[in-house]
């Protein structure tokens, strides 16, 4: 009976810690409907975006030709690795002057975003349960691991591609690309070119959020999980023998994992900058 009370508050909180808060404010469960917006995915990765341009703008403001700071020159190897990665990728330099702040701002952003997964897990929704009144509230404070999010974000760099490549190509010259590769000019080929190619630009934008969000979900899982090995006694209402092992194992589960993760989200906003300009240098590129 225990183990099926302990059961049933494990799983009770791992629920209550992936409902968004939202508007209209849902039940207690999680769902998946249009008509629903995920205010805390909007509202922290808007305020995330305006500090991570806050940090930059403050960056170029105190950029000298003196001896840097240590934010200034961690910041300076930032923009040139960004620029590096994009001439690398993105030959012509009048797209480089919109694309290399754009792959430098999402960088930045996915960072910022993917990093509220180090704080503790419980922080941020304890701080908004109590500043509400409501213990019921809900808070997701990662907004990456919303899959809305990643796919938004995915959505805006096909926009770009769509751009591009008209802008490029013009839109006749794309059209025909669309048309005739990759199998051929033959007009009985057209049709499934150009189906080909839309799905091309579909699974491309999914795939694209989905490895984002699908690392930073599984991260955000871990962490719940680990927080649990410390609360396993707040479910049972009483101190047993292993429970200081367990609290134990949760401090040094968490710092390992906290560790690890850091280079998860790194690597994570990076490849994502990196897919963004391979996608829209394809668009570049003539069949």
């Known amino acids: 009976m225990a183990t099926e009370q302990g059961g049933s ?11 968004h808060m939202s508007n209209p404010e849902v039940p207690q469960k999680v769902i998946i409907d249009f008509n629903y917006i995920n205010l805390d995915s909007l509202i922290l990765s808007i305020v995330l975006g305006a500090l991570g341009c806050f940090f930059l703008w403050r960056a170029a403001k105190k950029a000298t030709s003196g001896v840097p700071t240590r934010f200034l020159a961690a910041v300076e190897i930032l923009i040139e690795f960004v620029d590096k990665s994009s001439k690398d990728i993105i030959h012509n330099a009048q797209s480089r002057k919109l694309l290399s702040p754009l792959a430098l701002t999402l960088f930045v952003w996915i960072f910022l975003m993917n990093a509220m997964d180090l704080l503790p897990v419980d ?16 808070l997701r404070v990662v907004p990456t691991a919303d899959i809305n999010t990643p796919l938004a974000l995915a959505i805006g760099v096909l926009g770009l591609c769509l751009f591009y490549n008209v802008k490029i190509k013009g839109f006749g010259g794309w059209m025909h690309e669309m048309l005739t590769a990759p199998f051929g000019k033959n007009p009985l080929l057209w049709i499934p070119n150009l ?31 680990i927080a649990m090995l410390g609360g396993a006694w707040m479910a049972k209402g009483s101190v047993g023998f292993l429970d200081p092992i367990l609290y134990l194992c949760h401090i040094f589960a968490g710092a390992v994992w906290a560790i690890f993760h850091i280079l998860i989200i790194i ?21």
């Not at 508050?9 to 409902?19: D, M, P, S, T, W």
């Not at 922080?123 to 809900?138: D, K, S």
């Not at 690597?267 to 069949?287: C, E, K, N, P, R």
Request: hydrophobic fraction near 55%.
């Open 9 to 19: 508050a494990a799983a009770e909180y791992i629920k209550h810690h992936l409902v």
């Open 195 to 225: 189906l080909l190619n839309i799905i091309e630009f579909v699974a491309k934008t999914v795939s694209h959020g989905l490895r984002l969000f699908g690392n930073m979900y599984a991260g955000e899982l871990v962490f719940m999980l």
């Open 123 to 138: 922080l941020l929704p304890w701080i908004w349960q109590h500043v509400t009144g409501n213990h019921h509230a809900y």
């Open 267 to 287: 690597l994570q906003a990076f490849i994502f900058m990196t897919l963004a300009l391979v996608y829209v240098g394809q668009a570049h590129d003539s069949h």
